[in-house]
């Protein structure tokens, strides 16, 4: 199984603007894409914003101009900034990893355990 560490998330006021890390933390082969999810209550799971390993990036609509997406290869680290947060952006947010544990194997989807973002006053 492949580990997920992330951090950063927390309570910020409308407006503000806060961080957050994923590492892969286990040894891999390969990584391909790179990226975040959120989950409201009630709401299903959504992509925020992907990297991926040709360094193109996507984003959800409701965060485009707002948040950033960066990565650091050498590090296998995943980072969201996200800037000028509104309400509807509290959710869990969940890291997502696209990798290959072991060469000549299939690569597969891997899922941090969610760190909550709340954007309150």
């Known amino acids: 199984q492949v580990q997920l560490v992330e951090s950063g998330g927390g309570l910020v006021q409308p407006g503000e603007s806060l961080t957050l890390s994923c590492t892969v933390s286990t040894e891999v082969a390969e990584i391909f894409n790179m990226g975040w999810y959120r989950q409201a209550p009630g709401s299903q799971r959504e992509m925020v914003a992907i990297s991926a390993s040709s360094g193109n990036t996507r984003y959800a609509d409701s965060v485009a101009g707002r948040f950033t997406i960066s990565r650091d290869n050498a590090e296998n680290t995943v980072t969201l900034q996200m800037q000028n947060l509104k309400s509807e952006d509290t959710a869990v947010y969940f890291c997502?990893?696209?990798?290959?544990?072991?060469?000549?194997?299939?690569?597969?989807?891997?899922w941090g355990q969610g760190t909550q973002v709340t954007v309150s006053s």
């Open positions: 997502y990893v696209n990798a290959r544990k072991w060469i000549l194997t299939a690569a597969r989807d891997y």
